[in-house]
């Protein structure tokens, strides 16, 4: 018994590891352009780049959907030993994205001055923020794929090369961001340009999966079916609701941080949000790093090894929140004047507030990301849904509007703490009624006595 419990905690630090390792390098490209922009362009630079993230959300959110989904899917039909299914799957989730993607480069080619403006954008951020709007759009085939081989990678045994390909892009767009912005003299087209081809450099290292033909998974001949795309979404529905909600309350709060606070206000949120990018990308890691364990598992109908990993996946999310939020706060003066390069005081006083009042939701959200991804892992995909809605649309929108009527800045950075907590009360109802009617009673024990 010892043994087995040693085996599950090796593979919980192996997956979760690197899981964790490539979330933060995606945030950190995020962080790379923030920077750079900021140091380049100022508060205008910022703000821009802030109005034009909810197109970044949508792309990626997209690719999340049928990535997350797609590799769900794909581990649970590896768990039950059927490969048909498992490459019928991987098929359809490439010709969707496929699809899709090429609607983005429309957009991008042909509209991206409405987008940009449909997402705030006026006067000197205008021209900004449609230059990068134009480049994120153009490449999306290249983010949503590299979305999704990442995932189907990594639930086929392959989370290090998964790690590996998205560190690898990450630090191409670090370098590069500098290279374009600075000697080549790009400002923001150099950002959009070095972040558009990242994903390039992730998809060619993935390549190395199939050519040295370590995948269990493949594009197979087959009769499209509208049913296996359902399937798919609605497993990966909770990964788009929490990426795609992000952008439309990021378009929302632009809105209301503007009209209290003006530029100044919008770009001292945008610090905020990039903060938030590193911290959410820690408790990403940490719960879709659980969810090619308990889809496989739950394929083998194997339910006490689910309950073994929701308890490690509990205290490891417990422990690093703490840990987050007191440097957090403690840290928040300098992060701000990390990120406020032209020394802007005003910036710099609205951020530090800022990062302590609305980081108070870490203490929350990483337990809502967990409990979304255990019930879509295990084929629950309406309850990951409804934890998704609750924190991203149906709490935080709502408390924004009314918060900020009430306590005007200091509401709206209150706001997105207060969602977390109403959510996670419905979270853990819904947790354990779930298991109280559906379980036999030594499955509905959290704790496991081994």
Request: proline share 2%.
């Amino acid at each position: 018994m010892e043994k087995t419990k040693n085996t599950t905690l090796r593979e919980f630090a192996k997956y979760v590891s690197a899981n964790v390792i490539a979330m933060i390098g995606i945030s950190c490209y995020i962080l790379a352009d923030t920077f750079f922009i900021s140091l380049d362009l100022g508060d205008t630079g910022l703000a821009a780049l802030n109005f034009s993230s909810p197109s970044f959300s949508l792309v990626f959110s997209l690719g999340m959907l049928f990535g997350v989904g797609g590799a769900t899917k794909f581990a649970i039909h590896k768990g039950a030993k059927d490969a048909d299914k498992g490459n019928k799957v991987f098929t359809h989730t490439v010709i969707v994205v496929g699809v899709i993607s090429l609607i983005f480069v429309l957009i991008g080619a042909f509209l991206n001055g409405q987008v940009a403006s449909l997402l705030g954008a006026t006067g000197d951020t205008y021209e900004l923020s449609k230059t990068y709007v134009q480049i994120i759009l153009c490449f999306a085939p290249f983010f949503m794929y590299s979305n999704v081989f990442q995932n189907f990678v990594r639930n086929d045994g392959g989370p290090r090369l998964a790690m590996i390909a998205t560190l690898s892009g990450n630090l191409f767009n670090i370098v590069f961001d500098y290279v374009l912005i600075f000697p080549a003299k790009l400002g923001m087209l150099g950002a959009a340009l070095a972040t558009g081809f990242s994903p390039i450099v992730s998809i060619l290292i993935l390549s190395l999966f199939f050519i040295r033909k370590k995948n269990t998974f493949k594009l197979t001949k087959t009769k499209f079916s509208f049913r296996t795309v359902g399937d798919i979404a609605r497993l990966g529905l909770a990964s788009f609701i929490a990426e795609f909600a992000f952008g439309v309350v990021l378009l929302i709060f632009n809105k209301l941080f503007d009209s209290i606070g003006g530029t100044v206000a919008v770009a001292a949120y945008g610090i905020i949000v990039n903060v938030y990018y590193v911290t959410n990308a820690i408790f990403n890691g940490i719960s879709s790093g659980t969810q090619p364990m308990i889809s496989f598992s739950y394929g083998e109908s194997d339910h006490k090894k689910i309950r073994k990993v929701l308890k490690y996946a509990l205290i490891t999310m417990a422990c690093t929140a703490a840990i987050i939020y007191v440097a957090l706060f403690f840290g928040a003066n300098g992060i701000s004047g990390i990120f406020n390069q032209k020394g802007a005081p005003e910036v710099q006083d609205i951020a530090t507030v800022g990062i302590r009042l609305y980081f108070i939701s870490v203490l929350f959200s990483g337990f809502n990301l967990l409990f979304s991804c255990y019930f879509a892992a295990s084929n629950k995909g309406f309850f990951a849904q409804i934890v998704t809605l609750m924190r991203g649309v149906v709490a935080v929108i709502p408390l924004a509007f009314l918060f900020a009527h009430l306590w005007d800045m200091t509401g709206l950075w209150l706001a997105t703490p207060a969602a977390e907590l109403i959510t996670l009360a419905v979270t853990l109802v819904l947790f354990f009624v779930n298991n109280k009617k559906n379980s036999a009673p030594a499955q509905t024990q959290l704790y496991v006595r081994d």
